[in-house]
């Protein structure tokens, strides 16, 4: 799926460079599928999204020797202990505190990942990574590219928390997709859950391109499932099918899944609707494939995001959609997503595109032309 | 000698007194000067003058000091137990501890004198001319908090008194700072002197890069600029002597001269920050200065504060470097009050405050509207037909365009 999406992007856009992108993900996918395989065979515990994080990162630093850990108290755990105990396990000289720089975390990590050492940062909180996007976006995303492939920085890893909380106000609220997406030679991951989070964040640390993944961190506590206790990855580039259905398409990722699951459920419970709900995982590349097949059965499209509207991710969603499933639609393509305002301290609870918003938009494509 | 004892006091009895002993009320009439010691206080780097090393202050001085800072103690424990009580959600960073700091500035400063710094505000919102209501009332989430309800802990904003706010992003305060010292500069009348600014950040926030672009700046073109650094020794769990390779943060402006205060003694603040104004607002280009402080609290209501740090060290911070404490020596050993008087006086604090947060917690929550109000100089109305919200930014300005019938012209 995720060559064929390239092939999409080969096709409009015959530059020099694409070559090496193709080969990068190549390699990713066919390495994914193993890993893959072999975690169905794995045990299983219950465990909670940062403590599925805590592991992957052990697996990181106990199976590649050249793996460090840092980042603004990340040494102690870090806010949401999602480094906890590995200073102890590995020792302070792989997993250690940075000074308040971000865009010096994101160079260190550029530095330490461009002769071959894994650097997986930490930016505190995903509202944080803009002091860090001119690193991240100029140097970080360009290495490759700029250096016709004699260097590159693809074993960095750049994590940060984001998304609402309840409570967070303007700067502990963000979902940053957008802006990062906008940027050709990054991968911008997002997972939805303890399990894709796990696999998702060691694919990300083996990916031979720089990742920023974004945790959602309303999730960390709350969100528990059996995960398996091995080594694992789960392909990037790749979107998954949650639930299959016949009637609306609704697209959506990270944290947000659980608003839209709620969604799914209401309009089947009070209007029968059948809704195929996926999760796009990787936010870039995104897996434009498995959308296209989707739409072309159910010819209805909700895409939504806690982000605001303009210029979110779901526009590209939106636009590339209209391109290919033109004459499979059968309703205006509907976008339900965060309030075009700054992330706002009292009025989240309106700002938030919520079950009822997107049970609405649900509705309306079913109803539309009748 | 001891910083902070009194060397000399000069009274002089007010009419008004008459024969009378003074009570709490007489001794608003009671007006007298003290001269404190605060050698010792103080250390310079690049600097061939430095502050004085008394300090005279008069007793209406003194007693709003302490006002000021028992008000801002006793608002952020009232936080603090807001907070515990759930009416207060959302990130907090409480300044207990640290009002000496606020407070000094302030009586050093004049009101036009520009004022910024990070999201631990809530003090200097009070110091420059809030009341606790408001700042509480911007924690409820209130119509009538200091920013309609719509910040929260980290924003706080008076443009009457030059301040310019909190921060959320560290570090991000000094920049704009120094584009306002650019500002005061620009706008001062030649031969006089200039107003100052004054960007205050933490320990912490001291080696994010964009300081140093603005400290850059500022000595390149010689501009009014106090870059305040109040070291409380933690950026959050780091301590400074893990985060930091420099821990004598008044040198770190290199060529820039630095001054450092103890930044626990109100009078030493008032004496460094009058002698930092004086020198910047005359033209002598930009000063670092370092404040050393103490939070009590933890970084925010989330951290305890007891993992990264002993209990015995705040515990003896507070039995032996509390400016609250200190400044109710000053008073006593001037005259200016008895131990009781001010008992008296901090029971009065206490019961406004607890006034000023009942009239907090009346205030209603910011109507809906708010929510698209101040996004831009227009406001976003609401579309009529169900729409919630305009779904476009910006305007194509069709008078210049050439795309308007198609063709370029
Ligand atoms: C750019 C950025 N990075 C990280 C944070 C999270 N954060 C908020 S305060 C803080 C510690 C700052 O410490 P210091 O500058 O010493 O100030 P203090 O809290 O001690 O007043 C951190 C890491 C932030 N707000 N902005
Ligand atoms: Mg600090």
């Given at each position: 799926?995720m060559?064929?999406?390239?092939?999409?992007?080969?096709?409009?856009?015959?530059?020099?460079?694409?070559?090496?992108v193709?080969?990068?993900?190549?390699?990713?996918?066919?390495?994914?599928s193993?890993?893959?395989?072999?975690a169905?065979?794995?045990?299983?515990?219950?465990?909670?999204?940062?403590?599925?994080?805590?592991?992957?990162?052990?697996?990181?630093?106990?199976?590649d020797?050249?793996?460090?850990?840092f980042?603004?108290?990340?040494?102690?755990?870090?806010?949401?202990?999602?480094?906890q105990?590995l200073?102890?396990?590995y020792?302070?000289?792989?997993?250690?505190?940075?000074?308040?720089?971000?865009n010096?975390?994101?160079?260190?990590?550029?530095?330490?990942?461009?002769?071959?050492?894994?650097?997986?940062?930490?930016?505190?909180?995903?509202?944080?990574?803009?002091?860090?996007?001119?690193?991240?976006?100029?140097?970080?995303?360009?290495?490759?590219?700029?250096?016709?492939?004699?260097?590159?920085?693809?074993?960095?890893?750049?994590?940060?928390?984001?998304?609402?909380?309840?409570?967070?106000?303007?700067?502990?609220?963000?979902?940053?997709?957008?802006?990062?997406?906008?940027t050709?030679?990054?991968?911008?991951?997002?997972?939805?859950?303890?399990?894709?989070?796990?696999?998702?964040?060691?694919?990300?640390?083996?990916?031979p391109?720089?990742?920023?993944?974004?945790?959602?961190?309303?999730?960390?506590?709350?969100?528990?499932?059996?995960?398996?206790?091995?080594?694992?990855?789960?392909p990037?580039?790749?979107?998954?099918?949650?639930?299959?259905?016949?009637?609306?398409?609704?697209?959506?990722w990270?944290?947000?899944?659980?608003?839209?699951?709620?969604?799914?459920?209401?309009?089947?419970?009070?209007?029968?609707?059948?809704?195929?709900?996926?999760?796009?995982?990787?936010?870039?590349?995104?897996?434009?494939?498995?959308?296209?097949?989707?739409?072309?059965?159910?010819?209805?499209?909700?895409?939504s995001?806690e982000?605001?509207?303009?210029?979110?991710?779901?526009?590209?969603?939106?636009?590339?959609?209209q391109e290919?499933?033109?004459?499979s639609?059968?309703?205006?393509i509907?976008?339900?997503?965060g309030?075009?305002?700054?992330?706002?301290?009292?009025?989240?609870?309106?700002?938030?595109?919520?079950?009822?918003?997107?049970?609405?938009?649900?509705?309306?494509?079913?109803?539309?032309?009748? | 000698?001891?910083?902070?004892?009194?060397?000399?006091?000069i009274?002089?009895?007010?009419?008004?007194?008459?024969?009378?002993?003074?009570?709490v009320?007489?001794a608003?009439?009671?007006?007298?000067?003290?001269?404190?010691?605060?050698?010792?206080?103080?250390?310079?780097?690049?600097?061939?003058?430095?502050?004085?090393?008394?300090?005279?202050?008069?007793?209406?001085?003194?007693?709003?000091?302490?006002?000021?800072?028992?008000?801002?103690?006793?608002?952020?424990?009232?936080?603090?137990?807001?907070?515990?009580?759930?009416n207060?959600?959302?990130?907090?960073?409480?300044?207990?501890?640290?009002?000496?700091?606020?407070?000094?500035?302030?009586a050093?400063?004049?009101?036009?004198?520009?004022?910024?710094?990070?999201?631990?505000?809530?003090?200097?919102?009070?110091a420059?001319g809030?009341?606790?209501?408001?700042?509480?009332?911007?924690?409820?989430?209130?119509?009538?908090?200091?920013?309609?309800?719509?910040?929260?802990?980290?924003?706080?904003?008076?443009?009457?008194?030059?301040?310019?706010?909190?921060?959320?992003?560290?570090?991000?305060?000094?920049?704009?700072?120094?584009?306002?010292?650019?500002?005061?500069?620009?706008?001062?009348?030649?031969?006089?002197k200039?107003?100052?600014?004054?960007?205050?950040?933490?320990?912490?926030?001291?080696?994010?890069?964009?300081?140093?672009?603005?400290?850059?700046?500022?000595?390149?073109?010689?501009?009014?600029?106090?870059?305040?650094?109040?070291?409380?020794?933690?950026?959050?769990?780091?301590?400074?002597?893990?985060?930091?390779?420099?821990?004598?943060?008044?040198k770190?402006?290199?060529?820039?001269?630095?001054?450092r205060?103890d930044?626990?003694?109100?009078?030493?603040?008032k004496?460094?920050?009058?002698f930092a104004?004086?020198?910047?607002?005359?033209?002598?280009?930009?000063?670092?200065?370092?404040?050393?402080?103490?939070?009590?609290?933890?970084?925010?209501?989330?951290?305890?504060?007891?993992t990264?740090?002993?209990r015995?060290?705040?515990?003896?911070?507070?039995?032996?470097?509390?400016?609250?404490?200190f400044?109710?020596?000053c008073?006593?050993?001037?005259?200016?009050?008895?131990?009781?008087?001010?008992?008296?006086?901090?029971?009065?604090?206490?019961?406004d405050?607890?006034?000023?947060?009942?009239?907090?917690?009346?205030?209603?929550?910011?109507?809906?509207?708010?929510?698209?109000?101040?996004?831009f100089?227009?406001?976003?109305?609401?579309?009529?037909?169900?729409?919630?919200?305009?779904?476009h930014?910006?305007?194509?300005?069709?008078?210049?365009?050439?795309?308007i019938?198609?063709?370029?012209?």
């Amino acid at each position: 799926m995720m060559l064929s999406s390239l092939r999409i992007a080969e096709r409009r856009l015959p530059i020099l460079g694409q070559q090496v992108v193709r080969r990068a993900f190549h390699q990713t996918v066919q390495r994914n599928s193993a890993g893959a395989a072999a975690a169905t065979a794995d045990e299983t515990r219950e465990m909670n999204l940062f403590t599925a994080v805590n592991q992957a990162m052990d697996i990181a630093l106990a199976s590649d020797p050249t793996a460090i850990i840092f980042g603004e108290d990340v040494a102690f755990g870090g806010v949401f202990r999602c480094t906890q105990g590995l200073a102890e396990k590995y020792g302070k000289d792989r997993v250690f505190n940075t000074p308040l720089s971000e865009n010096g975390i994101a160079g260190f990590a550029i530095g330490h990942a461009s002769v071959g050492g894994t650097a997986i940062g930490e930016i505190q909180f995903a509202d944080y990574i803009f002091p860090a996007f001119d690193q991240i976006v100029n140097e970080m995303a360009k290495f490759r590219y700029r250096s016709g492939n004699q260097w590159n920085c693809g074993n960095v890893v750049l994590r940060a928390p984001c998304g609402a909380v309840g409570h967070g106000g303007h700067y502990h609220s963000q979902s940053p997709e957008a802006y990062l997406a906008h940027t050709p030679g990054l991968v911008v991951v997002m997972p939805r859950s303890p399990k894709t989070a796990k696999g998702l964040l060691l694919s990300s640390i083996r990916s031979p391109d720089p990742v920023v993944f974004l945790e959602p961190k309303a999730l960390y506590r709350t969100a528990v499932e059996p995960v398996p206790t091995g080594d694992y990855e789960l392909p990037l580039g790749q979107a998954e099918v949650m639930r299959s259905g016949s009637d609306v398409t609704i697209v959506g990722w990270g944290g947000h899944l659980k608003v839209l699951e709620e969604a799914c459920d209401m309009a089947h419970g009070l209007h029968g609707i059948s809704c195929e709900l996926i999760d796009l995982q990787t936010i870039l590349p995104w897996d434009v494939d498995t959308v296209v097949e989707s739409v072309q059965k159910t010819g209805k499209l909700v895409v939504s995001h806690e982000a605001p509207l303009t210029c979110g991710f779901g526009a590209e969603v939106v636009a590339t959609l209209q391109e290919h499933c033109f004459l499979s639609l059968e309703a205006p393509i509907q976008r339900i997503c965060g309030l075009d305002t700054p992330f706002p301290l009292v009025f989240e609870k309106y700002y938030i595109p919520n079950a009822l918003k997107n049970l609405d938009a649900i509705t309306n494509v079913m109803d539309y032309g009748r | 000698m001891i910083a902070g004892t009194l060397l000399r006091r000069i009274a002089t009895r007010g009419a008004a007194v008459g024969g009378r002993l003074p009570s709490v009320n007489a001794a608003r009439y009671f007006s007298s000067n003290a001269t404190f010691d605060v050698e010792g206080s103080f250390e310079t780097h690049m600097l061939d003058t430095a502050p004085e090393t008394t300090v005279e202050c008069s007793k209406e001085e003194l007693l709003e000091m302490f006002e000021l800072m028992y008000t801002m103690r006793r608002m952020e424990i009232t936080c603090d137990n807001e907070y515990k009580a759930r009416n207060i959600r959302g990130f907090c960073h409480l300044y207990d501890g640290q009002e000496a700091v606020a407070t000094g500035i302030n009586a050093a400063f004049d009101p036009e004198d520009s004022w910024i710094t990070s999201y631990r505000c809530h003090c200097v919102a009070l110091a420059r001319g809030g009341s606790v209501s408001s700042v509480v009332g911007e924690l409820f989430g209130n119509i009538d908090g200091y920013s309609r309800g719509k910040g929260g802990s980290m924003h706080f904003y008076n443009k009457a008194n030059y301040f310019f706010g909190g921060a959320g992003i560290v570090g991000a305060q000094v920049p704009v700072g120094a584009g306002s010292a650019f500002a005061n500069k620009y706008k001062s009348k030649p031969g006089e002197k200039m107003n100052v600014s004054v960007a205050c950040f933490g320990d912490g926030a001291a080696n994010q890069g964009q300081i140093w672009e603005a400290a850059n700046m500022c000595n390149l073109w010689n501009l009014p600029m106090i870059f305040c650094i109040e070291n409380n020794r933690y950026g959050m769990g780091t301590s400074i002597d893990r985060h930091s390779s420099i821990q004598d943060y008044y040198k770190m402006g290199n060529e820039i001269p630095g001054l450092r205060i103890d930044g626990m003694n109100v009078l030493a603040v008032k004496e460094g920050m009058r002698f930092a104004k004086e020198y910047c607002g005359s033209g002598n280009g930009p000063m670092y200065v370092e404040m050393m402080t103490y939070r009590y609290h933890g970084h925010s209501m989330s951290d305890p504060g007891t993992t990264y740090r002993n209990r015995d060290e705040i515990a003896f911070t507070r039995s032996t470097k509390d400016p609250l404490e200190f400044v109710k020596k000053c008073l006593v050993d001037a005259e200016f009050m008895t131990a009781d008087e001010i008992k008296d006086m901090e029971k009065k604090i206490r019961k406004d405050v607890q006034k000023e947060v009942l009239k907090a917690k009346e205030s209603p929550v910011p109507p809906h509207e708010e929510l698209f109000k101040h996004i831009f100089a227009t406001n976003l109305e609401p579309r009529s037909g169900g729409i919630e919200y305009p779904p476009h930014i910006r305007m194509p300005n069709y008078e210049n365009s050439f795309w308007i019938d198609g063709k370029k012209e």
